[in-house]
C-alpha cells in the first residue's frame, strides 16, 4: 500500500484542480482495491478500533464543531452522532469474523456430488455522499460497513457543515491513507464530477429529489446504489394508546435536532376522541423539555437551529402559509431569524391539501389530524409515498397487525418513536421514495459485499452428466423423470 495522505479536496481550487486531485484518488482507490479486498478479518478489525479510537478523541471536538454549524446539543452529539457510530464500530468488531465466513448452501439432489457456498467479497471502490443533518453518524456509519467490507471508498459531506467538516478530514486523515478511504469536500460541481465515476456502489442519503439524481447517474455506469431518503413518516395514535407515554415520545423523537431528522415523526393522526388530550399532553412535555415560555425556550441549550437561511425560511413559509389555510397553532411559531430558530410547533385543524401535509416537513412543526375510524387514517398514509417510517401507539392486539397488514414503510416502531434506528440487528432503510437497500450490521456488511455464488464439483463424475447429448430414450426418461420428481 502507498502511503498517500488523506486530503480535503474544496472548490476554492479551480476547477480543473479540483478534478483533476478526484481523479487521482479514485485511480490510487483503483489500483489499491485488491489489497484492500483481500485484508484479514484481524486486520479490517484494526481498522474499525482505530476509527473507534479517533471518534473518542475528537468527541469534544463534534461537540464544539456541530454546536457551531447549527447550535446542536452536546447531548445530542453524544446520543444521535457518538453512541450510535461507536456503538455500530462494536456491533462490527464482535461480528465480523462471522460475517465475513464462506455461507454453506444446500445442496439438490440433481447436483449431487458438488458443495456450494456464498462468499461475500468486496465490491471494490465506493462512494458514500452524506448529508448535514447528522454529519458524523451518516457519514461514518455507511464506512464501518464499507470497511468492513474490504471496499476502499471516497466520502462527500455535505458543505452546509463546514466546521464539523473540518473535524472530519482531520479525523479521516489520521486513521487512513487516501488511496483507501478519502475526504472529498465541495459544492455540487463536485458531487456532480464524483457521480461520473464509475464506482462500484453509492451509498446516498439525502432528500428523495437529489436521490433520482444519484440513481440516475449511476445507471450510466450500472453502479448498484444504496439510498437513504426520507418522506412523511406518520403516527398513529389510538384510543387505547398510553397517551402520556406516547405524548413524551412524540415530542422527544419530533423536536429532537429541531425536527431536522429523516425518520422524525412528520404528521401525527389521533382518535377524534382523545385529540384533545394528546395535545394537553404533548405541550406539557414541551414544557418539561425546552421551557415553559417562549423566551426560556429560546433561551434553552438542549434545543438546535435550523441548518441555513435556506431551510428557515421554508418553513416559516410552511407554517406561515397552514395558519393562512386555517391551521390552528397551540404552542410555537415564534420565530428569531438571526439565530435561524423556529420555536417547537404543534397545530391542528391543518387542511390536508395545505404544503405542510404535502412534503416532508424537516422541522419543528407538527401537525396533529384527528380521524375517527383506523380505515380513514390508513387512507391518508396509503395515498401518500411509502415513508421510512412508521410509529404506532397502541395497545390493542388487533390494531398493530391491522396496521402492519395494511400499510407499507422502511421502519416500524410501535409504543416509541425513532429508537429502531439503534437497533443494528434491523435493517434500516425505505421503500420506494423513501429509499432503496438496507444499512446497519450485517445488511451494512451485505450493502457493500457482492454475494458471490460458489459451485465446486470435487469429483470427475456429476449428475448432469448423465443428462448429455446425446439425447437416447433412456437419457430422455431420465430428464421426465428429472422434470417430474427432483
Known sequence: MSEIQAESVSLSDTETNFKTQIDEIFEAQQNNRWAVAKTTTKERIEKLKRLQDALHNYRSAFHHSLHQDFGKPEAETDLSEIYPTSNEIKHAISNLEKWMKDESVSTPVALLGSKSYIRYEAKGVCLVIAPWNYPVNLILIPLISAIAAGNCVILKPSEYT??????????????????????????????????????????????????????????????????????????????????????????????????????????????????????????????????????????????????????????????????????VVHTGGTVVAEQRYIAPTIMSEVPLDSEVMQQEIFGPIMPVIRFKYLNDALDLINKKDKPLALYLFSQDRKTIDTVLASTSSGGVCINDTVIHYFQHNLPFGGVNHSGIGKAHGIFGFKTFSNERAVLEQPTRFSAPQLMYPPYKSEVQSLIDFTVKWI
Open 162 to 327: 463546514p466546521n464539523t467538516n473540518e473535524i472530519m478530514a482531520q479525523l479521516i486523515k489520521e486513521v487512513f491513507t487516501e488511496n483507501e478511504v478519502a475526504f472529498v469536500e465541495g459544492e455540487v460541481e463536485v458531487s456532480k464530477y464524483l457521480l461520473e465515476k464509475p464506482f462500484d456502489h453509492i451509498f446516498f442519503t439525502g432528500s428523495t429529489a437529489v436521490g433520482k439524481i444519484v440513481m440516475k447517474a449511476a445507471a450510466e455506469n450500472l453502479t448498484s446504489v444504496t439510498l437513504e431518503l426520507g418522506g412523511k413518516s406518520p403516527v398513529i395514535v389510538d384510543e387505547t394508546a398510553n397517551l402520556k407515554e406516547a405524548a413524551k415520545k412524540i415530542v422527544w423523537g419530533k423536536f429532537l435536532n429541531a425536527g431536522q431528522t429523516c425518520i422524525a415523526p412528520d404528521y401525527v393522526l389521533v382518535h377524534e376522541d382523545i385529540e384533545h388530550e394528546l395535545i394537553q399532553q404533548m405541550l406539557k412535555y414541551l414544557s418539561e423539555f425546552y421551557g415553559q415560555t417562549s423566551g426560556e425556550r429560546l433561551d434553552s441549550p438542549d434545543y438546535a437551529r435550523i441548518i441555513n437561511e435556506k431551510q428557515y425560511k421554508s418553513l416559516v413559509e410552511l407554517i406561515g402559509k397552514a395558519k393562512g389555510q386555517g391551521a
